[in-house]
C-alpha cells in the first residue's frame, strides 16, 4: 500500500505554507484520475473545494463534493476515484510534533470523520483565509483557529450528553430544514420553551448564538454553490435564505474571512 509522506497528496500541491509542525496546501487533481489504495503519514484535515471524488474506505464509500469537510487519522486507508473536472482541495496537515508542543493527545482522533458542525467548518474557512491572504499575525491566528476546532471536536459529544434533550433537537432541527427561517418564537412554541432560555443555553452549548449558528449553516449551504461559476452570486444568496446580495457578502465575510467573489478567486487559482 502506497504511503504519502509530510504534505505529499494524490497530485502537486498548488500552494504550500509550513511552520512549527503544520503543513498547509491546496491541491488540484486530474479529471477521472483513479488512485491505489493509500495512507498518509500524518493526520489531517481536508476541505473539499470544487468538483470532488467518490471515497473508498473499509465498508464505506463518500461522495466527496465542495463544503464536505473530512479528517484523516493516521494510516487511515482510502483510495479515490471518478475526480470531477476542476477538483480541488485545501488541507491541514499535522506533523507529531504539532501535537506534542501543544499538549494534545493524538490518541483521541481516532479513524476518519465526516465533519457536520457548522462552527468547525466556518473556523476552517477562516484559517484558509488567513493562510492564503497573509499578515505578519498568521501562524499566531491560524493556530488559535485550529486549536478552537479541536476544542470544539473533543466537546461535541460532551456538549450532546450534557444538553437539554429540547436545545438537541433545536440544533438537529434547523440542520435537517436548512431550507425554513424559523424565529425564535416559532421554535419556543415548538419546542415548549421560553425564548429567553433558547437564547441563554444555546451559545452556552454550542459556541454560537442561535442566530449565528443559523447564519453558518447558510454558509455552509452556499459552499457546494459558489464553484458553480454559472449560478450568479444573487441566486445564491437567494436560493441560500440571505435577505440579498449585500446581506450574503457581509455574513460571508464576517464568518469566513473572505466576500463570495473573493472565494470565488481561490477557487480558479
Avoid at 506533523?95 to 493527545?105: A, K, L, P, R, T
Avoid at 436545545?167 to 432541527?173: N, R, V
Avoid at 432560555?197 to 457546494?224: A, M, N
Avoid at 458553480?228 to 464576517?254: E, M, N, P, Q, Y
Wanted: charge should be positive; glycine fraction near 6%; include cysteine.
Amino acid at each position: 500500500m502506497q504511503k504519502l509522506e509530510n504534505g505529499k497528496y494524490l497530485s502537486e500541491n498548488t500552494f504550500e505554507k509550513r511552520f512549527d509542525g503544520l503543513i498547509i496546501s491546496k491541491n488540484t487533481y486530474t479529471e477521472n484520475y483513479y488512485s491505489s489504495w493509500h495512507y498518509h503519514e500524518n493526520c489531517y484535515f481536508a476541505l473539499i473545494l470544487k468538483g470532488g471524488s467518490l471515497e473508498r474506505r473499509k465498508g464505506n464509500d463518500i461522495e466527496c463534493r465542495p463544503g464536505l469537510l473530512l479528517f484523516y487519522n493516521t494510516q487511515e486507508p482510502h483510495k479515490n476515484e471518478k475526480y470531477l473536472p476542476g477538483s480541488k482541495n485545501f488541507n491541514i496537515e499535522f506533523q507529531n510534533s504539532w501535537f506534542e508542543n501543544m499538549h494534545i493527545e493524538k490518541k483521541a482522533l481516532e479513524g476518519g470523520m465526516i465533519i457536520k458542525d457548522v462552527v468547525v467548518k466556518s473556523l476552517f474557512l477562516k484559517i484558509m483565509a488567513e493562510a492564503v491572504e497573509p499578515d505578519t499575525d498568521m501562524q499566531l491566528s491560524i493556530e488559535a483557529s485550529i486549536l478552537q476546532c479541536f476544542s470544539v471536536l473533543k466537546n461535541e459529544n460532551k456538549n450532546y450528553l450534557s444538553a437539554p434533550v429540547w436545545l438537541i433537537q433545536i440544533k438537529e432541527l434547523l440542520n435537517e430544514t436548512k431550507d425554513h427561517s424559523y424565529s425564535l418564537g416559532e421554535l419556543s412554541i415548538l419546542f415548549g420553551v421560553h425564548p429567553v432560555t433558547i437564547s441563554k443555553l444555546f451559545p452556552h452549548f454550542f459556541q454560537c448564538t442561535i442566530g449565528e449558528y443559523i447564519r453558518k449553516i447558510k454558509i455552509e449551504k452556499s459552499l457546494s454553490l459558489l464553484p458553480k461559476k454559472h449560478i450568479s452570486l444573487a441566486s445564491i444568496s437567494s436560493t441560500c435564505g440571505f435577505a440579498d446580495h449585500g446581506h450574503f457578502t457581509r455574513v460571508f465575510k464576517k464568518h469566513t474571512g473572505f466576500t463570495p467573489s473573493q472565494y470565488r478567486e481561490i477557487l480558479i487559482r
